[in-house]
Each structure stands twice: as C-alpha cells, then as structure tokens.
C-alpha cells in the first residue's frame, strides 16, 4: 500500500517501540536504559541515487534515522539541527540517515532536494519500514539507535532549543557516542555526562 495519509498509523498490536522514549519534565528527549533495548529491525530499502541501503551495514555506528515528509514544516525547521550534527560528528562513529515518507517519493523528494541542501544521507521510507518500527505517530520523528544496533530513544516532534543552549538532541547524541558499544560485564552508559567537543 502507497502511503497516502500525514501520518503512517500501524495497529497496537504492531507497536513495539513507540513507547520508549517521549520527552522529560524540561523538555529533553529521555533515553532508554542499556538493558532495556531492543534491537532495531534491519532496514532495507534504496537511497535518492539508486544506491541499496541497509540499516545493519551501519552497526558499531550511532545513527539518528530521521522520518520527515516535503510537506513538513517542522521537518524543515529542524534540518539545520541534523545538518549540524552530522558535520559535528562527522568521523566519531555518528550517521544522520534522513528517510523521506512521501507517498509519491521518488517522484517528488529529488526535486525537494535540489532546492533543499542537505549533508546527509537520504533513503525511501515504505508503510512496511514504519511496520518494523512500530508504527509512524507523526513528523517528524527520530529513532536513535546505539552502537550495538539497538534502539536507544525515539522521539515525535521537533522542539525549539532553549536560546544559547545546546540542544537536547544534541546531548542525547552526545551521549550515545560516549556509549561505545556494550562489553560483557560492564554497565551501559558510562560516562554519558561527559561533553563532546
């Protein structure tokens, strides 16, 4: 089925990640715990130049897949935010992956794209990629996945920062990279309060 509709809604019984992360009292995007992640499924689909991709081909990397839409103000707003942060981490084991929910995509994205520069990687989204997920609550949303390939937040919606601060997103990213990827008998998350520079 061609995704016709603003928003991709899968039955409850498909939803398997939706729940994990939303926002804290002051607005920060709130990350699950180590030993409660899930694995994320393994995404395949192309990008806007025909190349295949497959989110598994990225493991032992941080990757922030970015659901938006053309039609997306929001998405719009908060593209110089991933921009930056794929620039900032360019090379520290950190990928931005943007994937273009449009229901006519390969037809209208392209077009979108030459007049809207990005720095990151682009692929299609399908009904079925959302499926995987857990279902697409709106745009746009960001599915954070760790070192180890699994899901590490998700978060709807986009939120201005608060002036002269970092972003939460920012932070959160931050975080995952410090991370690192899981060693047996060793706790997740150490050092995540630590910034990067």
């Not at 939120?159 to 939460?168: A, C, D, E, G, V």
Request: net charge neutral.
């Amino acid at each position: 089925m061609r995704l016709s509709h603003p928003i991709i809604l899968i039955p409850t019984a498909c939803v398997i990640f939706v729940t994990s992360v939303l926002f804290d009292p002051k607005g920060r995007p709130m990350e699950i715990p180590g030993t409660e992640r899930r694995s994320a499924p393994d995404i395949t689909t192309t990008d806007t130049n025909g190349v295949s991709f497959r989110l598994s081909d990225y493991k032992g990397k941080v990757v922030l897949l970015n659901f938006w839409a053309t039609w997306c103000e929001p998405c719009e707003a908060e593209r110089p935010l991933l921009m930056q942060l794929q620039s900032a981490y360019d090379g520290k084991g950190f990928e931005v992956i943007g994937v273009a929910t449009d229901a006519d995509g390969p037809d209208k994205v392209p077009g979108f794209l030459a007049l809207h520069r990005t720095n990151y990687r682009i692929v299609y989204g399908s009904e079925a990629i959302a499926e995987k997920l857990g279902g697409i609550r709106g745009f746009p949303t960001n599915v954070f996945i760790d070192r180890d390939g699994n899901i590490a937040a998700l978060v709807t919606g986009y939120r201005q920062p608060p002036l002269f601060k970092k972003h939460p997103i920012q932070t959160l990213v931050e975080n995952l990279i410090l991370q690192g990827p899981s060693r047996p008998s060793s706790s997740a998350g150490g050092g995540a309060n630590e910034n990067i520079h």
